[in-house]
Nanobody, 116 residues
């Protein structure tokens, strides 16, 4: 599975970004998809997960600010980020866990910078 993220950029604190992730294979073959972030000098952290049955989980720090969604017909995953803070500055990655596959697949990432 090849994944390509887009939608990152520079935004002022309090602003919004919408990230997109397009997959090379049908989403109907993918069980769980997720967004992760990696801030400078830090490890990768999850921002949200969504299953094929649309069970969604978020870390407590982002509940209410971020919304993850998937469009299986378009093979796209989205992350709507609102009320952004400078601490949200990171490279954002899309992750896919296909059915029957023990591997996770990652995109190249899209950088998001939040200016104070």
């Amino acid at each position: 599975v090849q994944l390509e993220e887009s939608g990152g950029g520079l935004v002022q604190a309090g602003g919004s970004l919408r990230l997109s992730c397009t997959a090379s294979e049908s989403f109907f073959s993918i069980n769980v998809m997720a967004w992760y972030r990696q801030a400078p000098g830090k490890g990768r952290e999850v921002d949200g997960r969504i299953s094929a049955g649309e069970t969604i989980t978020y870390p407590d720090s982002e509940k209410g600010r971020f919304t993850i969604s998937r469009d299986d017909a378009e093979n796209r995953l989205y992350l709507d980020m609102n009320s952004l803070k400078p601490d949200d500055t990171a490279v954002y990655y899309c992750d896919a866990s296909p059915y029957g596959d023990h591997e996770d697949y990652w995109g190249q990432g899209t950088p998001g910078t939040v200016a104070s």
